[in-house]
């Protein structure tokens, strides 16, 4: 008899899974001590993988109790829940997906880690958007909430997939002077992407552009995929 599919079949999986030695891995991981980015947040102890794995078990579950999971105080029920949200997405209605898009920007306090972020931006709000007005992303770059800005960036990794780049230079331009190291990272990656997925050469137009006034990080990830001499060169700018 396969278990109810609702939140908490889901929590009563993972629970099975917990792995108490795992846990304050996760937790130092992760930055959840004292002032730290992700400050409080708790672990189960139940890998990706073995997520992913549950999260199949229970495909179909309703958008109201997909909900219920990410709002928990545990990360591997929010992780768990998104990763049940991309995919209920992927196969859903037009009504349906806008229903979720709809559902995931209410939840952004609780998208609240970088890797809950990287799981679902793109496969949510990017793929949402790509028909449409991305006026909302611009306003997640100019909020206040770290991991809404980090969304707005990292959402852009659909049009980058469908050999768009404007959006991700304009977005990486409104978070150029952000003091986040998560938020660097997060830009010079997007920037590479496009370098790799759409054309090299509008990579390093931005770059001639922006290179000097640019975070050392999201520099140096952007570089990533240039040739060593060229890596250098735009590092040494000033």
């Known amino acids: 008899m396969s278990a109810p599919k609702t939140a ?12 108490p030695v795992k846990a304050p891995i996760l937790r130092r991981f992760f930055k959840t001590g ?9 672990f189960l102890g139940v890998s990706v993988p073995t997520q992913r794995k549950i999260a199949r078990e229970f495909r179909g579950i309703s958008l109201a109790e997909t909900k219920k999971l990410l ?10 829940g998104l990763i049940l949200l991309v995919d209920s997405y992927e196969r859903g209605t037009e009504a349906e997906k806008r229903e979720i898009f709809k559902a ?17 931006a793109a496969q949510i709000v990017g793929r949402y958007l ?7 992303l611009r306003a997640l770059a100019k909020s206040k909430s770290l991991w809404e800005r980090r969304i ?16 991700t230079f304009e977005i990486a331009r409104l978070l150029m002077k952000d003091e986040h190291d998560l938020i660097h990272k997060a830009v010079g990656w997007m920037l590479r992407e496009v370098g790799k997925r759409v054309d090299v050469k509008h990579l390093r137009a931005f770059l001639a ?19 060593a001499a060229e890596r250098q060169r735009f590092m040494k700018q000033k």
């Open 104 to 120: 995931y920007l209410a939840s952004t306090k609780h998208i609240n880690n970088w890797d809950l972020v990287d799981t679902s």
């Open 8 to 19: 908490a079949g889901v929590k009563a999986a993972l629970r099975k899974q917990a792995d």
């Open 71 to 80: 709002v928990s105080k545990m990360h591997e029920d929010r992780l768990t």
């Open 130 to 136: 790509l028909d449409k007005s991305r006026a909302r």
């Open 209 to 227: 552009e922006h290179a000097p006034s640019m975070p050392r990080t999201a520099l140096r990830y952007a570089l990533e995929h240039l040739p």
């Open 152 to 167: 707005a960036i990292i959402a852009t990794f659909a049009f980058i997939n469908k050999g768009e780049h404007r959006d």
């Open 34 to 42: 004292p002032g730290e980015y992700a400050e409080g947040d708790q």
